[in-house]
């Protein structure tokens, strides 16, 4: 599968679970952590959880498994390490104060919709 039509899994995924403010950023032209951050922010811890979980489940049954999910438990800042994804799952206020959106400013913010598979 490719790794677009991942991140429109893995967006989805977080969108079924009423995650806020999802954002996609290309960062192939940057780094060469991954080509795609997902950031997202949820209300509460079990909010939070459930998105996580909804995403493992649903990339899983494309048979695609994150390398390492870590913070889970506390569920402040959790991030799952696909590969060419790395999906970060922020409580409000550990989105705010980590900021990645700033710290990653050079990507490109891509709109989901425009995506292509």
């Given at each position: 599968?490719?790794?677009?039509?991942?991140?429109?899994?893995a967006y989805q995924a977080l969108?079924?679970?009423?995650?806020?403010?999802?954002?996609?950023?290309?960062?192939?032209?940057?780094?060469?952590?991954?080509?795609?951050?997902?950031?997202?922010?949820?209300?509460?811890?079990?909010?939070?959880?459930?998105?996580?979980?909804?995403?493992?489940?649903?990339?899983?049954?494309?048979?695609?498994?994150?390398?390492?999910?870590?913070?889970?438990?506390?569920?402040?800042?959790?991030?799952?390490?696909?590969?060419?994804?790395?999906?970060?799952?922020?409580?409000?206020?550990?989105?705010?104060?980590?900021?990645?959106?700033?710290?990653?400013?050079?990507?490109?913010?891509?709109?989901?919709?425009?995506?292509?598979?």
């Amino acid at each position: 599968m490719k790794v677009t039509e991942l991140v429109k899994k893995a967006y989805q995924a977080l969108e079924d679970k009423k995650a806020e403010d999802i954002h996609v950023l290309d960062i192939r032209q940057i780094s060469i952590l991954a080509d795609y951050f997902i950031i997202a922010s949820g209300a509460n811890k079990n909010q939070i959880q459930a998105m996580i979980d909804n995403v493992e489940e649903e990339l899983g049954k494309c048979g695609c498994h994150p390398r390492q999910v870590e913070g889970y438990d506390t569920a402040g800042w959790i991030l799952m390490d696909y590969g060419d994804i790395i999906i970060h799952v922020f409580s409000e206020e550990d989105r705010l104060f980590y900021d990645l959106e700033r710290i990653w400013r050079d990507g490109k913010l891509v709109d989901i919709n425009s995506i292509t598979s």
